[in-house]
């Protein structure tokens, strides 16, 4: 899909308040030509980039990546014609990229063939990029990656891993800011605003302890009101559903069962974690990290979010087969 300026929400995520310390932290030193900010489903994201876009002065295009943005025509054809729309005045041969994609699809033609017509393009001009981590292939990344390296504009980049190509020397030569989970996590002031309608102090509290910062798990107990903010079971039908169908169910059903088996097991050292999985063990420690669902500190040891944690411990013993029956038969060789 291809939209300016405009971005949908999740409904929970209505509910997050602006933070000015983002906004601020995104406008340092005049703002960075290369942005991203990096973070699993649910910590604000494409909120944040909607926040930031409408403080410009300059022309905003807005790209929301799909699945099909793998296909590397397909998504230089959608960027030209992007491009093209909030630069109307350059000269332009339409159908000239989608004509190059139609002969030879590949990313270096494509990408010359946009760079020649909007190299003219400054900084005034902010393209966001939501949910990049949809594409998928390593041809859109070099097309992205082509266009970064070339283009004297600003990028916004909303995604749940760091591309590759944006390098620490970005950051050191002061072009290029990423923003993580540390940053994107919720105060607890910030929480502390987004439920101020919900629950007695005591719960809002535990629920602030558990959410841990994550913004969606916040938004959803300030929309619905479906946490039960005076009870140990935090993870309600639709923070469970939330977890699932945005987090674990994307990971490969091996990852899933890794970390099943980590919960279940409270293991939270890295060494630990490898004579428990084994075979792939950093394979499947490194897939994880790279979703989201897992972190590693500098001392080695695991931290995996206390509602994913719940949500395993949950599948372990329910009625998700695939995952549970290869947990179990690894549980099963190592006990």
Known sequence: MVETITATASPALDHIIERPRLIARLAEGGGARVSVLAAPAGYGKTTLARQWSQRQNGPVAWYRTTRASGDVALLAVQLDDLLASI??????????????????????????????????????????????EAAGTDEAEELLSMLVEALDIRFLITTRTRPDWFTPRLEVYGEGLEIGVDELAMTDQEAARVLTTVGAVSGRARLMRSADGWPAVLGLAAMSGDVDLTSSRLLSHTLYEFLASELLDAAPVETQAALMLLAVASVTDVEVARCLLSANADERIENAVASGLLAVTERKALSLHPLLRELLIRRFGGPHEQPRAVGRRRACGRF
């Open 87 to 132: 630069a109307p005045d350059l000269l332009r041969e339409p159908g000239k990229v989608a004509s190059i994609a139609s002969i030879n699809p590949s990313a270096k033609p494509l990408g010359r063939a946009i760079l020649r017509t909007f190299e003219s393009l400054v900084r005034d001009v902010l393209l966001v990029v939501d949910e990049w």
